[in-house]
């Protein structure tokens, strides 16, 4: 299993805890559970400070504890920014132990959802849903790989037979063909085939949404890229999008 070399050593001493719990005086409890197994735990009350955690050290923490009872931003909404941006498992705490919002919190993507006042045995093991993470991130990864080199392929394809253009299919992975006029003459090799980004409603949403996140103003092309990681996505795509999204608000 070639994950496990991905974890720390020792592993889970050192396991890296994010606590977002409103009620300060649970805090103390964390921390001396977290004392007793070898875990470090950090706590604080507010989602902004737990962000601001989060954009200083980036992948500095293993797992994230939520208080469902925010009221400066819904758990949901805190917890939908983390999978799209930290991609981190996030555990579920409440006193309300209904079926109905154990379902919801676990459909829209927690790890767990335990009940207040938490049990150390929950508590020790969490770290299973950190092995279970880095197993899917790797199997995402391993078809990411798989996804660009069919699209290289295809592009050398293309390279070679240019003129039989329509007996191949490029992989449609968000990536469009677009013709450049060439000169048909022996004389000249033909143009350099360019793509164009085909901007669904599944990625221009995930668009907008890390540009609110960072900001319309201030966003950068590299930055929107960097964020939403996807196959065939370039500077320039993101950068005319971007421009197109601004002369549109102004």
């Known amino acids: 299993m070639e994950f496990i070399k991905r974890l720390p050593k020792r592993f889970p001493i050192g396991l890296r805890v994010l606590v977002l719990d409103v009620d300060t005086t649970h805090h103390p409890i964390l921390h001396a559970m977290g004392n007793q197994f070898l875990y470090q735990v950090t706590?604080?009350?507010?989602p902004s400070v737990a962000l601001n955690l989060l954009s200083q050290t980036e992948c500095s923490f293993d797992v994230i504890i939520v208080d469902t009872d925010?009221?400066?931003?819904?758990?949901?909404?805190?917890?939908?920014?983390?999978?799209?941006?930290?991609?981190?498992?996030?555990?579920?705490m409440s006193s309300d132990y209904?079926?109905?919002?154990?379902?919801?919190?676990?459909?829209?993507?927690?790890s767990d959802y335990w009940i207040k006042p938490l049990e150390e045995q929950e508590f020790k093991?969490?770290?299973k849903y950190v092995v279970k993470?880095?197993?899917?991130?790797?199997?995402?990864?391993?078809?990411?790989?798989?996804?660009?080199m069919n699209i290289f392929d295809m592009n050398n394809i293309f390279n070679r037979k240019r003129g039989r253009e329509d007996e191949f299919n490029v992989p449609k992975q968000g990536i469009d063909s677009e013709d450049e006029k060439?000169?048909?003459?022996?004389?000249?090799?033909?143009?350099?085939?360019?793509?164009?980004?085909?901007?669904?409603?599944?990625?221009?949403?995930?668009?907008?949404?890390?540009?609110?996140?960072?900001?319309?103003?201030?966003?950068?092309?590299?930055?929107?890229?960097?964020?939403?990681?996807?196959?065939?996505?370039?500077?320039?795509?993101?950068?005319?999008?971007?421009q197109k999204l601004r002369n549109k608000l102004k």
């Not at 209904?98 to 927690?110: D, F, Q, R, V």
């Not at 960072?214 to 971007?242: C, F, W, Y």
């Open 182 to 242: 060439h000169n048909h003459n022996d004389d000249y090799p033909p143009a350099t085939k360019k793509f164009r980004f085909s901007w669904n409603q599944q990625f221009h949403n995930q668009f907008v949404i890390v540009v609110n996140q960072l900001g319309l103003d201030n966003v950068k092309p590299k930055q929107i890229l960097k964020i939403m990681d996807v196959p065939g996505l370039t500077r320039e795509h993101v950068a005319s999008h971007l």
């Open 133 to 148: 993470g880095v197993m899917i991130n790797e199997n995402k990864h391993e078809k990411k790989l798989n996804q660009n």
């Open 43 to 46: 706590t604080c009350c507010k």
């Open 70 to 92: 925010m009221q400066e931003l819904s758990a949901y909404d805190f917890l939908e920014h983390i999978l799209l941006f930290h991609k981190i498992p996030v555990i579920f």
């Open 98 to 110: 209904s079926t109905n919002s154990i379902m919801e919190a676990i459909t829209k993507g927690a």
């Open 125 to 127: 093991n969490m770290w």
